[in-house]
């Protein structure tokens, strides 16, 4: 009945990706129009900058691996995972990406201050593509995990950033994937919830065939990565052991 | 879900395959129908938070409206009552669902922008989340239409089939129209203060305050793509007909409007997430 699945899998092809960079000029629906009664010659105008993010990147990567992204700010990192998480549509080459992806990008995606943090709960989770089903069967355990009790009926403004990091977190990590997207290893809460957060982190990377973890704390990049690669304006490195690590970072 | 996924993102492969990649992200959104619902409601709760009425306010509103204007104007253009009174309420109620998922459709892909850039969520979930909200207000407003019909005795000749058939026609425009004020919207944000602009001028040459009668066959009827809209909605609930000739024009706009949105879509849709 349910038919075999194509294993875990990232493939990037020769990625390009270029940001435009539409100028407050650009913006304003006058400038257009002028630029086209004038017959283009303000092509200033009509020309957009580009950025390119991404230089022709490769990348293959299969079960099991846990890829380390290395480089400056700036360099390319968060916009390889967001354009593996399916956001950005490549210029040239291609992404795929075989199983379910979670991007533990930015915890507060989603969330609603004046909204209750059971109803935050109910509203990641549908973003992160859980049905309302689904959401509601781990809601015990999501909401035990938080450890904010009787404080979920409660609007979210009302909580101290520490709180409202533990709801982002427990909401955010309560997905099942294949392919875990992570910018920064993310610690949040005080020391006791560090601690849960960390090993909940971990279950979720067992659990996840492929993990991508952008970060600039090596020894963390040691710990939870097989696999490294560096990005250097938008140039990315070929993929090597963790072990090369130092030899990746001095080149 | 526990079905495995496939994401493919790749560069420009002509236009057919741009056009394909738009229809997957159509199919995806059906797909995920019940996310959209879930915005949208979520939308309507939130903004509402709080408040004893929550959206009966606008109804509230709305009503005051239709009761003000309805015994002035009745008095000024010397029409019976219980014929104006539920002509206009049903006119504001319904030109209101129209001119919201047009307006609120400017925000559509705006207000999105961070799930948009970071998320691989269907673009077009959010051009039903605009679209199912405006549905959910309608749904509290339908308790004027419902009164006014009970009460002026509309009700025994209420044509409801009609009505709805007339409802799809509704929703299948303004739902184009929405999402291409959203498209344009992302990329000029002059495009927000045109639209109400437009908008605001349609209500007064649309017969939404005025009957139709008032003003004959008048271009600003037959070239007014809200006026069908509205009537193809209001003529079957007052016992009226809806002309055939509606009927094409509805037919046609939604054609043309859906085909030329979509192909926009399809060009731009790659390009949005940057123009945010």
């Not at chain 1, 956001?87 to 930015?106: H, T």
């Not at chain 1, 993310?186 to 960390?198: C, E, R, T, W």
């Not at chain 1, 990377?205 to 090596?218: K, M």
């Not at chain 2, 239709?66 to 309420?89: D, R, S």
Request: charged fraction near 15%.
């Amino acid at each position: 009945m349910i038919k075999k699945a194509p294993p875990v899998s990232i493939s990037c092809r020769d990625l390009t990706l270029r940001f435009p960079v539409y100028g407050v000029d650009a913006k304003s629906l006058k400038k257009s129009l002028a630029a086209v009664t004038v017959g283009g010659r303000l092509g200033t105008h009509a020309h957009v900058t580009e950025v390119t993010a991404l230089n022709h990147v490769n990348l293959e990567l299969k079960p099991g691996d846990r890829l380390g992204l290395v480089g400056h700010n700036g360099s390319g990192k968060t916009t390889l995972l967001r354009a593996l998480s399916g956001a950005y549509e490549p210029d040239e080459g291609a992404i795929e990406v075989q199983g379910r992806i979670a991007a533990l990008l930015d915890l507060s995606l989603g969330i609603d201050p004046s909204a209750t943090g059971l109803d935050n709960i109910r509203l990641r989770g549908r973003i992160a593509g859980l049905s309302s089903r689904e959401i509601e069967a781990r809601m015990d355990e999501i909401a035990s995990f938080t450890g904010l009790g009787p404080f979920l009926a409660m609007p979210v403004k009302t909580y101290s950033a520490g709180m409202q990091a533990r709801l982002a977190f427990a909401a955010a990590t309560a997905v099942e994937a294949d392919v875990l997207l992570m910018d920064e290893w993310i610690a949040v809460g005080d020391s006791d919830f560090q601690k849960l957060a960390h090993k909940r982190l971990l279950k979720l990377v067992e659990r996840a065939g492929i993990l991508v973890l952008a970060s600039h704390d090596t020894d963390l990049l040691r710990l939870y990565c097989n696999k490294v690669m560096r990005l250097e304006g938008g140039v990315a490195s070929a993929v090597t052991d963790i072990r090369k690590l130092d030899e990746l970072m001095a080149a | 879900m526990e079905t495995a996924t496939h994401m493919l993102r790749t560069g420009r492969r002509g236009t057919l395959f741009e056009f394909h990649m738009a229809l997957r992200d159509l199919r995806a959104s059906g797909d995920r129908l019940g996310l959209a619902w879930s915005l949208a409601s979520h939308d309507v709760v939130s903004r509402y938070r709080g408040s004893i009425l929550g959206p009966f306010w606008i109804t509230l509103s709305m009503g005051l409206m239709v009761l003000g204007i309805g015994v002035v104007y009745a008095k000024i253009f010397a029409i019976p009552i219980n014929e104006f009174l539920p002509l206009i309420a049903l006119g504001i109620v319904f030109f209101g669902t129209i001119s919201g998922m047009i307006n609120e459709g400017c925000e559509t892909f705006v207000h999105a922008a961070k799930m948009l850039s970071q998320t691989s969520l269907p673009m077009f979930t959010f051009v039903w989340r605009t679209v199912l909200r405006n549905l959910i207000n309608l749904m509290h407003h339908l308790v004027i239409v419902v009164a006014v019909l009970v009460i002026y005795g509309y009700w025994r000749t209420a044509d409801v089939p009609m009505f709805l058939i007339g409802a799809v026609f509704l929703v299948l425009n303004a739902s184009w129209i929405s999402m291409l004020a959203g498209i344009a919207s992302a990329r000029f944000r002059d495009i927000p203060q045109v639209v109400t602009s437009v908008m605001q001028f349609a209500m007064f040459v649309t017969p939404v305050f005025w009957p139709v009668n008032r003003l004959g066959k008048h271009v600003v009827l037959a070239a007014n793509p809200f006026y069908h809209m509205l009537e193809a909605v209001r003529a079957p609930l007052m016992g009226g007909h809806v002309a055939s000739s509606s009927y094409v024009v509805l037919t046609l706009m939604a054609l043309i409007g859906w085909g030329v949105t979509f192909s926009i879509f399809a060009v731009t849709r790659r390009r949005i997430v940057h123009y945010l």
